[in-house]
């Protein structure tokens, strides 16, 4: 089992950059896919990245790609996602999850945080 917390989340002016952590509990942290997650309000919950468990495979959805940097440090059991030139469009609560593949589909992950707000004001 794995238990997941993010933390780093808050406010940022639009252009502005935040950097999210998802630290893990658990030896396994290493073999899972771990992905992140938003959810704006009045919105259905909707995939921003994901990360193979080396590390070598990364995934983004098309309103991210350029801005935003999906990482992880096995060694640390971290999860991490840099997020640069912030619009108010990024507004949400950010959850990481972890899952036994690598997917978009949040159907497939079996283990959430409990999120971590992130408002960009214009």
């Known amino acids: 089992q794995v238990q997941l917390v993010e933390s780093g989340g808050g406010s940022v002016q639009a252009g502005g950059s935040l950097r999210l952590s998802c630290a893990a509990s658990?030896?396994?942290?290493?073999?899972?896919?771990m992905g992140w997650f938003r959810q704006a309000p009045g919105k259905e919950r909707e995939f921003v990245a994901a990360?193979?468990?080396?590390?070598?495979?990364?995934y983004y959805a098309d309103s991210v790609k350029g801005r935003f940097t999906i990482s992880r440090d096995n060694a640390k059991n971290t999860l991490y996602l840099q997020m640069n030139n912030l619009s108010p469009e990024d507004t949400a609560v950010y959850y990481c999850?972890?899952?036994?593949?690598?997917?978009?589909?949040?159907?497939?992950?079996?283990?959430w945080g409990q999120g971590t707000q992130v408002t960009v004001s214009s």
């Open positions: 658990g030896r396994t942290f290493s073999t899972y896919g």
């Open positions: 990360i193979s468990w080396s590390g070598d495979s990364t």
């Open positions: 999850a972890a899952s036994e593949v690598v997917t978009r589909s949040s159907n497939e992950y079996d283990y």
